[in-house]
């Protein structure tokens, strides 16, 4: 999975979290092999907690982003990024976030119990998976008994696993029984879940021959990978493909769109007809970009690049701003409550000692109205208390653990980073201070991720270059470094939330999860540095199987704070574009709750901008089938496609989810294959 990303994020700047897909191959391993009886639910988070963190070290540690913009650099004093200095460089930032995110939990998982969405579903995958009943019977040990109490919470505070926005329960299929089952109701409840995981096994293991088999073929032959579709419709009188205009059938981007869903994938559309239809023409014919198209510095996508950066930036920062604003009410109202309920219980006490034995049927009378609203006051307290009952106390993670670990993973930071690029380059005050700044935006990122399941990893990078620009002007290199370590420290927080949120819905233990996530990080250190070698020594990077765009977000960004001219007539279109997703980010937050589905995002209609209309396209695709398959789920018609889907459509709206996981795993893999191929000058076509 690590590799996946790496490839993924080298071609496109987007990794996944790999969650699902985790949870997905550690039920699938151990069901074949007949070792399930020994692997239940809290195992599988504990392999998906560490997979989770293995797999995103690639962005984590800046191998999609920062570092190939730092090897694109001519800076006098700028390390050589030998093996040995990505490792350090890695392990440097692999523990901060990891101990930024302990002390978030109890506040914002087990109090606010904000939804963090794909940690939710990924919980509700491994519960489908492992066929197991939420009902908690009265005779189950003290360990669960606080799973039982988290899971009569209402829908609003996503406090029970029986949300399935994208799952559908095997109960719910037994007790009310479609004519997508109707073949199933004579077996037994054994016999019923051996077929379904067949089923599943079967969607899984289809998707990902097709996916490799696409990925394998492409090798061969090239051309598959970039069919000039839009020239073969206009029977070449314009050449589409000269404006980057082609399509790439990849599954594995196909998966990627299911994974993301109908409106995100819409939001990229948007992003990617506005920036590679309309802009990128209106550029190069007015002037303002006249190099090749495809040219990061005198192209149009050099300048559109702008846009989609002014986007991210400014939705982040109006995101983070409002999560900010929320941070401080809800303290203030906490404050204010709590001063309430003392003031009523000193009222209470004043008023019994003001009145004497003669006025003793006027004070019972005024006893009993204030003794009740106390009373009232102390039930929701306890109600509220017994709400956010945690794991036991030998289950989490220790304050004091905490605060050594944290410690400890700011000085291994400050020594790795003085190892790597030295105290010329970055001062160890400066390193410090950009530790500071990560920990504040890491902060915010979380809660952002917790309501909205976007963590602006990227907008909290752009931040921190920002406000570094001012600390430190004129320092590209430390002002990279900086974005990094902000970047690095979000991201794994968010990570670990999202799991912690898995692990709290399934009553796992945090501390496992904790050392699982450590773990993790460790052993991605030497794999993601590895995965990163390989690449760039077998490809060009950037080049034209990997560009790289993210990095060179990073560097236009860097040199932008650093005082670096901006392209012809691109200012005025990066403040019109950040206003307006500026402003659709309020009114997604304090308008009508209908209205949020038609809202574009800002993130993802930035990376429409900066990726190719090739990968963009085939997402759209992915995200359609997902809402497709989601109708069909819901309606008990018939349609032409029963023939191949009904048995399928017992699984629920899980399988769509398994046939992505299938497509991303397949093309994931067999990318090694092709690397090698490359590598060993293979002949193709």
């Not at 990303?5 to 790999?18: D, H, K, R, V």
């Not at 550690?26 to 007949?34: L, N, S």
Request: proline fraction near 5%.
């Amino acid at each position: 999975m690590c590799f996946s990303n790496m490839y993924f994020g080298l071609q496109t700047g987007w990794i996944s979290m790999m969650s699902l897909q985790a949870s997905l191959l550690g039920f699938a391993v151990f069901k074949t092999t007949r070792n399930d009886s020994y692997f239940g639910p809290k195992e599988n988070v504990y392999l998906q907690t560490v997979a989770v963190a293995t797999a995103t070290m690639p962005l984590a540690a800046g191998f999609v982003g920062i570092i190939p913009a730092l090897e694109q650099l001519n800076e006098p004093g700028l390390p050589s990024f030998s093996v040995p200095n990505l490792i350090f460089w890695s392990l440097g930032l692999s523990f901060i976030g990891v101990f930024f995110a302990v002390p978030l939990r109890k506040e914002t998982i087990v109090r606010e119990k904000l939804r963090f969405p794909s940690g939710t579903a990924t919980a509700q995958m491994i519960h489908i998976l492992h066929n197991k009943s939420i009902e908690i019977t009265d005779d189950e040990t003290n360990q669960q008994s606080w799973i039982r109490r988290r899971n009569v919470g209402s829908i609003e505070n996503e406090g029970q696993i029986e949300l399935f926005p994208l799952v559908e329960s095997d109960q719910h299929h037994r007790e009310d029984a479609g004519q997508s089952s109707r073949n199933l109701e004579d077996m037994d409840v054994e016999e019923k879940v051996d077929d379904l995981w067949s089923l599943k096994l079967n969607a899984l293991l289809i998707s990902f021959i097709m996916s490799s088999s696409y990925t394998l073929a492409s090798y061969f032959f090239p051309i598959i990978y970039a069919l000039p579709v839009f020239n073969w419709i206009t029977l070449n009188y314009i050449d589409f493909k000269a404006w980057e205009w082609y399509f790439t059938p990849s599954l594995s981007y196909v998966g990627q769109g299911i994974i993301m869903g109908l409106p995100t994938t819409l939001s990229m559309l948007m992003g990617c007809i506005v920036g590679w239809a309309i802009l990128s023409p209106v550029t190069h014919f007015s002037g303002w970009a006249p190099g090749p198209v495809n040219d990061w510095k005198t192209g149009s996508k050099g300048w559109i690049l702008w846009i989609s950066l002014g986007v991210m930036i400014s939705e982040s920062i109006v995101s983070l701003f409002i999560v900010l604003i929320k941070q401080i009410v809800a303290l203030l109202r906490k404050r204010h409550s709590k001063i309430i309920t003392e003031e009523q219980e000193d009222q209470y006490e004043s008023f019994l000692g003001d009145y004497d034995d003669d006025n003793q049927s006027m004070q019972q009378t005024n006893d009993n109205t204030i003794g009740v609203a106390i009373a009232d006051n102390r039930t929701t307290s306890k109600a509220i208390i017994e709400k956010e009952q945690d794991a036991p106390p030998e289950q989490q993670v220790p304050m004091s653990m905490t605060v050594l670990g944290l410690t400890m993973s700011v000085l291994l930071c400050v020594v790795m980073v003085r190892i790597v690029f030295g105290d010329d380059v970055m001062p160890i005050g400066m390193t410090l201070v950009s530790i500071l700044i990560a920990l504040f935006l890491s902060i915010l990122g979380v809660r952002a991720l917790g309501e909205t399941d976007l963590n602006p990893v990227s907008g909290i990078g752009k931040v921190s270059q920002v406000l570094f620009a001012v600390l430190m002007p004129g320092s590209i290199v430390a002002n990279l470094v900086a974005g990094g370590i902000a970047e690095a420290g979000a991201q794994q927080a968010g990570d670990l939330m999202q799991d912690l949120k898995t692990g709290y819905l399934l009553g796992a233990s945090p501390r496992a999860q904790f050392y699982g996530q450590l773990i993790g990080s460790l052993v991605s250190s030497f794999v993601a540095t590895a995965a990163y070698r390989l690449y760039t020594t077998v490809y060009n990077v950037p080049g034209p199987e990997f560009p790289a765009p993210t990095a060179q977000v990073w560097l236009d960004m860097a040199r932008l704070v650093n005082g670096h001219p901006l392209p012809p007539h691109v200012i005025e279109f990066i403040v019109a574009f950040s206003v307006i997703f500026g402003v659709l980010v309020l009114v997604k937050e304090i308008g009508p709750t209908r209205w949020r589905f038609y809202i574009p995002q800002g993130i993802a209609f930035a990376i429409g901008i900066y990726n190719t209309p090739s990968f963009t396209l085939a997402r759209v695709i992915g995200g359609c089938l997902c809402a497709a398959w989601d109708y069909y789920c819901d309606h008990r018609d018939s349609y032409f496609i029963d023939r191949w889907c009904r048995p399928y459509k017992a699984i629920g709206k899980v399988a769509i989810i398994i046939v992505a996981s299938g497509f991303v795993l397949g093309e994931g893999t067999f990318a090694i294959i092709n690397m090698i191929l490359h590598a060993l000058h293979v002949p193709h076509f």
